[in-house]
């Protein structure tokens, strides 16, 4: 199993962190060295930018979720997915994902996408 965020979509709502039941992600500050530190693909590495759409959609909502905040202190930073081997696919974090950016491929290759529910 390989996981990674699309980190210009995380709002750093941290439900993925808080869901998930083997510890596959940890929020990290977005100035982290380690903010990267799972197997995104080049196009969806942290750079410093928020997808515009994303940003349109939560940055005003007022759920008690930080969303783009540069650190995470119960919500804020960023979800880097650095123990992707352990999801066992229970699918808990893909239908909470704010950003819809998390991506989950198995062993047989099929792709899971997150859709926020
Ligand atoms: S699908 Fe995988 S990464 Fe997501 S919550 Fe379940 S075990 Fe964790
Ligand atoms: S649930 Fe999605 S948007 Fe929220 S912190 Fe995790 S990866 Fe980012």
Redesign the pocket.
Not at 19 to 25: D, G, K, M
Not at 87 to 94: G, N, P, T
């Given at each position: 199993?390989q996981?990674y965020v699309e980190k210009q979509k995380c709002t750093g709502c941290a439900h993925?962190f808080d869901?998930?039941?083997?510890?596959?992600?940890e929020m990290k500050s977005r100035s982290s060295p380690d903010a990267n530190n799972d197997v995104a693909p080049d196009k969806d590495k942290w750079t410093g930018a928020v997808d515009p759409a994303v940003k349109a959609k939560w940055e005003n909502v007022q759920d008690g979720h930080k969303h783009f905040a540069e650190n995470y202190d119960k919500s804020g930073g960023l979800s880097v997915?650095v123990?992707?081997p352990?999801?066992?696919?229970?699918?808990?974090?893909?239908v909470?994902c704010e950003g819809e950016c998390?991506v989950?491929t198995d062993d047989s290759n099929n792709v899971?996408k997150s859709i926020y529910k």
């Open positions: 199993m996981a993925c869901v998930c039941p083997v510890a596959v992600f997915a123990n992707g352990s999801c066992i696919l229970c699918q808990a974090c893909l909470e998390i989950i899971y």
